[in-house]
Each structure stands twice: as structure tokens, then as C-alpha cells.
């Protein structure tokens, strides 16, 4: 974010929130895609309407809030707050007509491939198979309370019905998707029909309270403000009081079916003080119930891509990483990895002590447990669990818990910065002394993510960075002060400035006559500095390949770049989360791997870490990923100067099909 007086224009820059729709449009794209199947079809249409709910509930939060506290400041385009939130709410009510579009795409074809019909008027009646599914309706019909904003569960669908005379207006608060659907069996297995519980109460009112008038049912969905900063040091009181309060945030907009009456749109707006334009329409308000419709039908969960393969480490991690580093790229290589690594160590009577930070952990956390194990076996075992980490905060709570009665030490990291590197080091009992063996990554510490996010992770025994790894998590975990780093670099300590240099170091070799090249695969890119840098880089003969899966926030239409600057977006059954960088320096490539994205956030409100890939070995592999995802694919899409996605004319297929022979097979 840039003051008043330092801001860029439409014509070379891209709003950060209209970029981030731009993304959500290519996901909500595969939800159509020919080449996947009902259950990845259904998936994206799921991740499409969290990533919604999750953006209004952070993104329009801070813009509201800003726009309150700091009217004048405007964005990397010269948009004031103001601005932008009327931008934000036109795009997401355009985005949202066509979400419904694609949608019925998907229930047009569910009814062609999986003999699934998705009834929306009237037809229970004439089933005569739905008796027993039925039976959880009286349950639901419990719950109707007179309507109270402070019920409404944020984020989740709800009820809407009013009475017979109009007087009255209640509330039927759903917890989950699965409470919305019936599943009606059908003549053949799999087969049959699906209804929706708003639809079933309109043509079912006999199940009804007398009072209440069936065609006044309304299904909507309310977004809280969940964008108010964590006070103060982190822990696990505060932290359970501060998602208590989450629960009565003020509402920040509105999904409401397109069936709603002109009187039912009021009363939401009056009643959850929102102004109308914040109330969006939508015929299915939320699409993650189409990933419950199948869910029941399919028989297994998939599998990691290199599930199967061989336990790299042979004889053991220790042993082999005392020879040489290893780089673990998921889903190709396996997560097991790095639980076979965690699990050595917990059984290891040699091992001393493990410390490992932790931001997104899964419910039942194999990590955890292995932690847990190598607590009761007597290791000094010190996690440091980030627990402002959003939606997962909950979660955190739980293994938080978990860790500690086993005899494990949690920490919770410094006031005003999260932790998001991710570090596991093991120290053990060698002959000749103390020796360091360290992991880290580009992604969470979680078996379930790792099966559809791509992401690196470099095994190490180098003194060096083991010795900058215990520094560094001795100064997340809230002791110390700035660590001095010698191998890593890290956030909000030099990081940026690092690329900077790097960036620099090309153009610099490029005026030379050099060999100068970048090539960076990152999530997002907002950062004004890192942009302008880039953008002087390619204007001064560096072949810049930026590979930005999301929010890309300019577009390369300046005046000079020739065809140095290609930006490529990568969006497929994997969701690309790692982060890449090659750097040709004169011929010397460099590699480097991070958890941070180039965007503000990373720079300076989180402590974030850069590593070095040295291994001959583990550089090929990146060189493969970086090769494969620049040539483009029917994955792929191409950024042009006017702002707008375009398929890449590469080669055939899918890169991340491509990468999974190519890295599986690579040592």
C-alpha cells in the first residue's frame, strides 16, 4: 500500500483485489473443465466459494477499516479505499452471476456422466424412495429460532422463513454443507436424486411449524468482519477469547438467493445493518454442498502422487543426509518423507532434541503425533505453534493441547509478527559431538495439504544453515534479538532487500553482456519495489519468466520490454503453493527456495525464511519444475498487457502430469 502521493496508474498496474478476482475466475473455470471428472469438478467449485467467503471476510474487512481510518491512502493504482470497495462489490455481484452459470453447467453434467439430478422445484412428493433419509429433517426443524443477527453462523448457510402473517421472521442456522443435501437412492448404485433442504421445506410444508409459510423460505449467507488484528503476545486464553469475540463481528456483506422477496431483502439489510449493495445475489449462494452430493459415492480418498514410491532414505535420514542434502518436492515426491524423518528421530535413542515451528496443522496431525512420541520417549521436544494462523486458529488449539500433555514445550512466537517460515531441526548425539540435521519448506507441516499443494522442502545437514535454522527459531520463538544469519535469509530482516539485490545483480550482469536471467514461481506479487525492479530488469535485456499462480498486480505493458517479460498462471488439480527462484548470475546459477510471496505481508509482517538449494542433485529437480511450467500447457494461462488471461500456445498436456514421472523418478 502506497501514500497519496506515490501511486502508480491502470495503464502498467493492477488492483491487488481485481487481480485476486482474476484468480478466482480461472479456478472457477476448472469447475467446467472436460478433462476432470465430477469429484475434481466439484472440488473447485468448493474452493471457489471458501476463497470467496474467506476474501470478504479479510479483504473488504481491511478495505472497510481503511477506509474509516485512512480515507486519503490509495493503492499500487492510485485507488483510494472508498474506490476500490465500489469495485470490489461490482466485480463479486458479476463474479457471483457467473458462478451460478457454471454451476448449472456442472449439475447439467452430473446428470449426464453420474445419473445425479439435482431437483430445485417441487418433485419430493412423487419419491418414493426417500423415507429414511427424510428422517433427518424433524432434527433440523428444531433448531428455528426467531431471527437473531447474533445466531447467524458467518460464513455457513442459514434459513430464512417469516410467518404466516408476515409479523414474524426466524432463523434455521445449517452447520455444515452435508445439512443441506437429500439423497434420494436410485434404481442403479450411485444413482439417484438430490434435493436441497430449502427446497424440500418449500415443497414439504407439512413439516413445518403450523405458523410458519413455506414460500417464504430463503436460503442467505452472512460474512463477519474477521480481519481485526490479534492483540498482544499470542496464547492459548487470549487466543479462545479473541475467536469468541470473531463470533458477534459486525457483518461486512451478504449472499442472498435470487428468490428473496424485495421485503426479505430489507429485513436482512435493516437487520444485519448492511447497505444494499453489499447484499449479493445468487441462485445457489454456496456451491461446496456439490462435493457432499458425491461424497458418500466415492468408495476411496486420493492418494498422494508418489504414495507408492520407495522410502528414499535407505538405511536411514540420518545416515544418508550425513552424505549429501535431499530435496522433497510434494505431491511427486512423498509427504512421507519428512514423517519417516520426524518418526527416525522420535524412536532415535540418540536423538537429543527436536524443535520444529507449525502453522497449519491438520486435525489429526501425523506431525503432531510423532512430536507427541518423541516427548514420552524423552526428547526435549519445543514446538512452536502459530496460532494466528487463519481459520486454523481452532485447530492449532486442539494439537496446542495435545502437544503439551504429552510433555512437550509450545511456544507462541513474538507480538506483531506470525510466524510462517517453516523449520524442523533435529539435533543428536554423533560420534565427535553434536550434530544438526535440518528440514525446511516452502509449505505447511501437514500430511492432508500435501496431498494436492505442490511445494519444496530441502532435508540438510550443512552446518551452516542448521546453525542460521536454530538462530532463526530461537528469535520466532520470542527470545533474542535480531538473529545474525549467514546461509538463510530471512523477514522482516533483510528479505526483500535480498531479492532486491539479486534482481539487481541480473540487470547488472545484463549491461555487462553477461548471462542474466530470473525466473521466480510465487503465489502472489504486489510488492511496488520488487515490481519496479523487475519491470527495470526485462526494459535492460533480463529474460524475466515470472510464474504467478494468483494475484499479479501490473501487467507487462511498458514501453521496452520486448519479450523479456512472460508472466504464466498455473491452475490444475495441484494448487501450486511453492516458491522458486533461479538466478543465471553470469552463468553461475543460483537457486533459492521461500516461504515468503513478494508482497508486503511477507517483507515485513511476518518472519519468513529464504534457503539456498546447493545439492547438484536437488537443483535439477527445480530446474525441471522451473522448465516444465515456462513452456506452458494446457494448465497454463499467459498474462498480456492489456490485463487479461490468455491460453499459453507451449506445448501440449499438463506440466504438473508432465512433473510427476519427471520428479518421481529423480533422486
Given at each position: 500500500m502506497?501514500?497519496?502521493?506515490?501511486?502508480g496508474?491502470t495503464?502498467y498496474?493492477?488492483?491487488?483485489?481485481l487481480?485476486?478476482?482474476?484468480?478466482?475466475?480461472?479456478?472457477?473455470?476448472?469447475?467446467?473443465?472436460?478433462?476432470?471428472?465430477a469429484?475434481?469438478r466439484?472440488?473447485?467449485?468448493g474452493?471457489?466459494?471458501?476463497?470467496?467467503?474467506?476474501?470478504?471476510?479479510?479483504?473488504?474487512?481491511?478495505?472497510?477499516?481503511?477506509?474509516?481510518?485512512?480515507?486519503?491512502?490509495?493503492?499500487?493504482?492510485?485507488?483510494?479505499?472508498?474506490?476500490?470497495?465500489?469495485?470490489?462489490?461490482?466485480?463479486?455481484?458479476?463474479?457471483?452471476?457467473?458462478?451460478?452459470?457454471?454451476?448449472?453447467?456442472?449439475?447439467?453434467?452430473?446428470?449426464?456422466?453420474?445419473?445425479l439430478?439435482?431437483?430445485?422445484?417441487?418433485?419430493?412428493?412423487?419419491?418414493?424412495?426417500?423415507?429414511?433419509?427424510?428422517?433427518t429433517?424433524?432434527?433440523?426443524?428444531?433448531?428455528?429460532?426467531?431471527?437473531?443477527?447474533?445466531?447467524?453462523?458467518?460464513?455457513?448457510?442459514?434459513?430464512?422463513?417469516?410467518?404466516?402473517?408476515?409479523?414474524?421472521?426466524?432463523?434455521?442456522?445449517?452447520?455444515?454443507?452435508?445439512?443441506?443435501?437429500?439423497?434420494?437412492?436410485?434404481?442403479?448404485?450411485?444413482?439417484?436424486?438430490?434435493?436441497?433442504?430449502?427446497?424440500?421445506?418449500?415443497?414439504?410444508?407439512?413439516?413445518?411449524?403450523?405458523?410458519?409459510?413455506?414460500?417464504?423460505?430463503?436460503?442467505?449467507?452472512?460474512?463477519?468482519?474477521?480481519?481485526?488484528?490479534?492483540?498482544?503476545?499470542?496464547?492459548?486464553?487470549?487466543?479462545?477469547?479473541?475467536?469468541?469475540?470473531?463470533?458477534?463481528?459486525?457483518?461486512?456483506?451478504?449472499?442472498?438467493?435470487?428468490?428473496?422477496?424485495?421485503?426479505?431483502?430489507?429485513?436482512?439489510?435493516?437487520?444485519?445493518?448492511?447497505?444494499?449493495?453489499?447484499?449479493?445475489?445468487?441462485?445457489?449462494?454456496?456451491?461446496?454442498?456439490?462435493?457432499?452430493?458425491?461424497?458418500?459415492?466415492?468408495?476411496?480418498?486420493?492418494?498422494?502422487?508418489?504414495?507408492?514410491?520407495?522410502?528414499?532414505?535407505g538405511?536411514?535420514?540420518?545416515?544418508?543426509?550425513?552424505?549429501?542434502?535431499?530435496?522433497?518436492?510434494?505431491?511427486?515426491?512423498?509427504?512421507?518423507?519428512?514423517?519417516?524423518?520426524?518418526?527416525?528421530?522420535?524412536?532415535?535413542?540418540?536423538?537429543?532434541?527436536?524443535?520444529?515451528?507449525?502453522?497449519?496443522?491438520?486435525?489429526?496431525?501425523?506431525?503432531?503425533?510423532?512430536?507427541?512420541?518423541?516427548?514420552?520417549?524423552g526428547?526435549?521436544?519445543?514446538?512452536l505453534?502459530?496460532?494466528?494462523?487463519?481459520?486454523?486458529?481452532?485447530?492449532?488449539?486442539?494439537?496446542?493441547?495435545?502437544?503439551?500433555?504429552?510433555?512437550?514445550?509450545?511456544?507462541?512466537?513474538?507480538?506483531?509478527?506470525?510466524?510462517?517460515?517453516?523449520?524442523?531441526?533435529?539435533?543428536?548425539?554423533?560420534?565427535?559431538?553434536?550434530?544438526?540435521?535440518?528440514?525446511?519448506s516452502?509449505?505447511?507441516?501437514?500430511?492432508?495439504?500435501?496431498?494436492?499443494?505442490?511445494?519444496?522442502?530441502?532435508?540438510?545437514?550443512s552446518?551452516?544453515?542448521?546453525?542460521?535454522?536454530?538462530?532463526?527459531?530461537?528469535?520466532?520463538?520470542?527470545?533474542?534479538?535480531?538473529?545474525?544469519?549467514?546461509?538463510?535469509?530471512?523477514?522482516?530482516?533483510?528479505?526483500?532487500?535480498?531479492?532486491?539485490?539479486?534482481?539487481?545483480?541480473?540487470?547488472?550482469?545484463?549491461?555487462?553482456?553477461?548471462?542474466?536471467?530470473?525466473?521466480?514461481?510465487?503465489?502472489?506479487?504486489?510488492?511496488?519495489?520488487?515490481?519496479?525492479?523487475?519491470?527495470?530488469?526485462?526494459a535492460?535485456?533480463?529474460?524475466?519468466?515470472?510464474?504467478?499462480?494468483?494475484?499479479?498486480?501490473?501487467?507487462?505493458?511498458?514501453?521496452?520490454?520486448?519479450?523479456?517479460?512472460?508472466?504464466?498462471?498455473?491452475?490444475?488439480?495441484?494448487?501450486?503453493?511453492?516458491r522458486?527462484?533461479?538466478?543465471?548470475?553470469?552463468?553461475?546459477?543460483?537457486?533459492?527456495?521461500?516461504?515468503?510471496?513478494?508482497?508486503?505481508?511477507?517483507?515485513?509482517?511476518?518472519?519468513?525464511?529464504?534457503?539456498?538449494?546447493?545439492?547438484?542433485?536437488?537443483?535439477?529437480?527445480?530446474?525441471?519444475?522451473?522448465?516444465?511450467?515456462?513452456?506452458?500447457?494446457?494448465?497454463?494461462?499467459?498474462?498480456?498487457?492489456?490485463?487479461?488471461y490468455?491460453?499459453?500456445?507451449?506445448?501440449?498436456?499438463s506440466?504438473?502430469?508432465?512433473?510427476?514421472?519427471?520428479?518421481?523418478?529423480?533422486?
Amino acid at each position: 500500500m502506497t501514500d497519496a502521493g506515490d501511486h502508480g496508474s491502470t495503464e502498467y498496474y493492477v488492483n491487488r483485489e481485481l487481480s485476486w478476482f482474476s484468480f478466482l475466475e480461472r479456478v472457477l473455470s476448472e469447475g467446467v473443465n472436460p478433462r476432470y471428472g465430477a469429484e475434481e469438478r466439484a472440488k473447485f467449485l468448493g474452493i471457489v466459494s471458501g476463497s470467496l467467503d474467506e476474501f470478504f471476510a479479510i479483504r473488504l474487512s481491511t478495505l472497510l477499516r481503511q477506509k474509516k481510518e485512512f480515507p486519503e491512502l490509495k493503492d499500487i493504482c492510485g485507488f483510494t479505499a472508498e474506490e476500490q470497495i465500489r469495485l470490489v462489490l461490482k466485480r463479486a455481484g458479476e463474479f457471483l452471476g457467473r458462478a451460478d452459470h457454471v454451476a448449472d453447467s456442472y449439475v447439467n453434467y452430473i446428470k449426464s456422466s453420474q445419473e445425479l439430478r439435482l431437483y430445485r422445484d417441487g418433485g419430493l412428493k412423487r419419491q418414493n424412495n426417500c423415507g429414511s433419509v427424510m428422517s433427518t429433517i424433524p432434527s433440523l426443524i428444531k433448531r428455528i429460532v426467531p431471527f437473531d443477527p447474533a445466531k447467524i453462523r458467518s460464513e455457513s448457510v442459514n434459513i430464512i422463513l417469516k410467518s404466516r402473517d408476515g409479523a414474524s421472521c426466524f432463523l434455521l442456522p445449517l452447520k455444515s454443507p452435508e445439512e443441506r443435501i437429500v439423497f434420494a437412492e436410485g434404481d442403479k448404485p450411485g444413482a439417484g436424486t438430490v434435493f436441497l433442504l430449502e427446497d424440500i421445506l418449500k415443497d414439504r410444508g407439512d413439516l413445518l411449524p403450523d405458523y410458519i409459510d413455506p414460500s417464504t423460505i430463503c436460503v442467505f449467507k452472512a460474512v463477519r468482519d474477521r480481519d481485526e488484528i490479534y492483540p498482544g503476545t499470542p496464547d492459548q486464553k487470549n487466543m479462545a477469547n479473541w475467536l469468541k469475540d470473531l463470533e458477534t463481528a459486525g457483518f461486512v456483506c451478504c449472499i442472498l438467493q435470487n428468490t428473496a422477496s424485495e421485503d426479505t431483502k430489507a429485513f436482512l439489510a435493516d437487520t444485519i445493518a448492511l447497505s444494499r449493495d453489499a447484499i449479493f445475489e445468487s441462485k445457489y449462494v454456496d456451491l461446496r454442498f456439490f462435493s457432499e452430493v458425491l461424497k458418500e459415492r466415492t468408495e476411496t480418498a486420493p492418494e498422494t502422487m508418489a504414495e507408492s514410491a520407495s522410502d528414499p532414505f535407505g538405511a536411514g535420514a540420518f545416515n544418508l543426509l550425513s552424505k549429501r542434502d535431499r530435496l522433497c518436492c510434494v505431491p511427486y515426491d512423498s509427504f512421507n518423507e519428512v514423517l519417516s524423518f520426524l518418526g527416525e528421530a522420535a524412536s532415535d535413542p540418540d536423538v537429543i532434541s527436536i524443535r520444529q515451528t507449525l502453522y497449519r496443522t491438520g486435525r489429526e496431525s501425523a506431525v503432531t503425533d510423532l512430536l507427541c512420541r518423541a516427548a514420552q520417549n524423552g526428547k526435549e521436544v519445543i514446538a512452536l505453534m502459530e496460532l494466528r494462523a487463519r481459520y486454523d486458529e481452532e485447530r492449532n488449539l486442539e494439537n496446542t493441547k495435545k502437544l503439551i500433555a504429552s510433555g512437550a514445550k509450545v511456544l507462541f512466537g513474538r507480538a506483531g509478527l506470525k510466524t510462517h517460515c517453516k523449520l524442523l531441526l533435529v539435533e543428536r548425539k554423533e560420534q565427535g559431538g553434536i550434530r544438526r540435521y535440518a528440514h525446511i519448506s516452502t509449505g505447511n507441516y501437514n500430511e492432508f495439504t500435501a496431498k494436492t499443494y505442490t511445494d519444496v522442502g530441502l532435508f540438510t545437514a550443512s552446518t551452516g544453515i542448521c546453525d542460521d535454522v536454530l538462530s532463526l527459531f530461537e528469535y520466532a520463538s520470542g527470545y533474542g534479538n535480531k538473529p545474525d544469519l549467514y546461509s538463510l535469509t530471512a523477514s522482516p530482516f533483510g528479505l526483500k532487500e535480498e531479492f532486491l539485490r539479486l534482481i539487481e545483480r541480473e540487470r547488472s550482469n545484463a549491461g555487462n553482456g553477461k548471462a542474466a536471467e530470473i525466473t521466480a514461481k510465487i503465489n502472489s506479487l504486489c510488492d511496488r519495489d520488487i515490481i519496479d525492479a523487475l519491470l527495470s530488469a526485462a526494459a535492460s535485456g533480463v529474460k524475466v519468466t515470472l510464474i504467478v499462480r494468483g494475484i499479479c498486480c501490473f501487467k507487462p505493458s511498458r514501453p521496452g520490454l520486448n519479450d523479456n517479460l512472460t508472466v504464466l498462471s498455473v491452475v490444475g488439480k495441484q494448487l501450486e503453493h511453492s516458491r522458486i527462484f533461479r538466478f543465471r548470475n553470469g552463468g553461475n546459477t543460483e537457486y533459492y527456495c521461500s516461504s515468503a510471496d513478494w508482497m508486503p505481508r511477507n517483507f515485513e509482517g511476518r518472519i519468513e525464511v529464504l534457503f539456498p538449494i546447493w545439492d547438484k542433485s536437488a537443483q535439477r529437480k527445480l530446474e525441471s519444475v522451473l522448465n516444465r511450467l515456462s513452456e506452458g500447457s494446457i494448465d497454463t494461462m499467459k498474462l498480456t498487457p492489456t490485463g487479461e488471461y490468455i491460453p499459453t500456445s507451449g506445448k501440449t498436456g499438463s506440466a504438473q502430469e508432465d512433473l510427476t514421472g519427471l520428479i518421481g523418478g529423480m533422486d
